[in-house]
């Protein structure tokens, strides 16, 4: 696609709750990346696929939260038992390669606000 | 202490104004800088690369100072449409960045 495509674009989910977030990035690009952006902050890294590889979770906050990329394309970011502390914003980012010389093209992201 | 901080902002400033805008970071091995624009409730866009030599891309000036671990962004002749949030990035050669709080930018008529 033209470029990169996040679903749902809202998501509330009661407290408990497990939810799916679907991050489909332009054709072609290697790096796919996840962010959390809570309000009035600057986006915080979660995790980073080269290709179908996670080269670093590290920021990932804590077990409930996982992410794949089973064939190189589309990523799932999934967080079981919802907190309230998960809602924020959850960005996808995409880039052509590993490298950071060209920056990120970033989706629209996905406000999860936990109730 | 934050890896990247930006000035706290707000800055209000009259449309033809010049702003610039300052970063520091903290890790050593960045190797990659860049300026995104964020607009409200909008995903972050790249503005800028920046380069330590310097660059320019019309009204917007990066610099940036590795030794000092600064980096700037200037913005002449505002105008309206640049009021945003200006993120500050920074990275080593591959894999995560780490992103500043941002500086909020309103242009006013």
């Known amino acids: 696609g033209a470029g990169v495509s996040q679903s749902p674009r809202y998501k509330v989910a009661k407290r408990g709750q497990d939810v799916a977030l679907r991050c489909d990035p332009i054709?072609?690009?290697?790096?796919l990346f996840w962010y959390q952006q809570a309000l009035g902050q600057g986006p915080e890294f979660l995790t980073y696929f080269q290709n179908e590889a996670q080269l670093d979770k590290s920021g990932l906050p804590s077990d409930r939260f996982f992410a794949e990329r089973p064939e190189g394309s589309v990523s799932t970011l999934k967080i079981q038992r919802t907190q309230q502390e998960d809602s924020a914003v959850y960005l996808c980012?995409?880039?052509?390669?590993?490298?950071?010389?060209?920056?990120?093209?970033f989706g629209s992201g996905t406000r999860l606000t936990v109730v | 202490r934050k890896e990247v901080e930006q000035d706290p902002g707000p800055f209000n400033v009259p449309e033809g104004a010049t702003v610039a805008f300052n970063c520091t970071y903290s890790?050593?091995?960045?190797?990659?800088f860049f300026w995104y624009r964020q607009d409200c409730r909008k995903e972050p866009k790249l503005l800028m690369s920046v380069y330590s030599s310097g660059n320019e891309d019309g009204r917007f000036t990066a610099q940036l100072n590795r030794a000092s671990q600064y980096i700037s962004l200037l913005i002449r002749d505002s105008k309206l449409s640049d009021s945003a949030t200006y993120l500050c990035?920074?990275?080593?050669?591959?894999?995560?960045?780490?992103f500043g709080d941002g500086t909020t930018l309103t242009v006013k008529p």
């Open positions: 054709s072609g690009h290697v790096s």
């Open positions: 890790n050593s091995a960045s190797q990659s």
């Open positions: 980012a995409s880039s052509l390669d590993g490298s950071q010389t060209y920056g990120y093209t």
């Open positions: 990035v920074v990275s080593e050669w591959a894999g995560k960045s780490t």
